[in-house]
């Protein structure tokens, strides 16, 4: 079973992401689970796209990068308090946060290996980051089926604020009840794909080569829904929270000259 994501409310953020002085990312890709579950095979692969798009293209340097391959819940504990330490050296105001996982799960708890990192510890230790903005995004199951497709995989995020935009927002790969979805064709966890494409261009709406956070999140569902339905023929919905007082508008990445595009294998996924 595989821990993803539900939540939903639609949140209009965009603006300029090198406003924000200091971004940290933590990346968490753990294929393995409970010993009822399968292996996933692209957990880690995920986690080193996100961290890709955000320090080419989403103003994170490599210093502020954590990053976990197969972590026990005592190196993640470690790593959120690593993240604590760096953001106490600046203004809260001048930090954001934002928290990757992908891997196993289920309605109360991340699944790493045979342990369990309950959501509501999570949820404590994303607060202690001393950042006035906080993503977490979660690419994992919320239900008892493992993550589907030719393979298996999942999906959340809480974010830093910049010019007095506070808060919390998390993005979660599927609704409640429903397996995130993982793909050998396009080799990683189907909404972890379609958001980071978007991240790189894809999601730019408007044009105005920026991401923001509501664009990546709207282009992620529509394709997931899509892929999904296309596909394997089970629906995956992503879902988000926002908690989120706007002051400022918010962009993820920056795209300069460069433009991404969402590439569909030509054979359907299967189970």
Same mark, same amino acid.
Request: glycine share 4%.
């Given at each position: 079973m595989l821990f993803v994501t539900t939540m939903l409310v639609a949140l209009l953020l965009s603006g300029n992401v090198w406003a924000?002085?200091?971004r940290i990312l933590v990346a968490?890709?753990?294929g393995t689970g409970h010993d009822d579950?399968?292996?996933?095979?692209y957990a880690e692969q995920d986690a080193v796209k996100v961290v890709g798009a955000f320090t080419s293209l989403g103003g994170v340097i490599a210093d502020q990068v954590i990053l976990?391959?197969?972590p026990t819940a005592a190196q993640l504990r470690n790593a959120m308090g690593?993240?604590?330490s760096r953001a106490g050296r600046h203004a809260r105001a001048d930090v954001s946060f934002v928290f990757y996982f992908s891997g196993h799960g289920d309605r109360t708890s991340l699944h790493l290996g045979n342990e369990s990192l309950p959501i509501a510890e999570l949820t404590r230790l994303v607060q202690g980051v001393p950042a006035s903005l906080r993503l977490v995004v979660?690419? $994992?199951c919320r239900s008892n089926r493992a993550k589907g497709m030719t393979a298996e995989q999942g999906f959340a995020i809480s974010l830093g604020n910049p010019s007095g935009t506070t808060g919390t927002a998390w993005l979660f790969a599927s609704a409640d009840g429903e397996a995130a979805q993982e793909s050998d064709p396009l080799g990683g966890a189907v909404f972890t794909h379609a958001w980071v494409t978007g991240l790189r261009g894809a $999601?730019?709406?408007d044009g105005d080569r920026r991401v923001s956070l509501a664009e990546s999140y709207a282009y992620a569902y529509h394709e997931t829904l899509y892929r999904s339905a296309r596909g394997s023929g089970v629906l995956q919905r992503p879902s988000a929270k926002f908690e989120v007082s706007e002051v400022a508008p918010i962009t993820l990445t920056s795209l300069g000259g460069q433009t991404g595009h969402l590439i569909?294998?030509?054979?359907?996924d299967v189970y």
């Open positions: 924000l002085p200091t968490v890709g753990h579950e399968r292996p996933l095979r976990l391959r197969k690593q993240a604590q979660l690419d $994992a $999601a730019d709406a569909f294998p030509k054979e359907a």
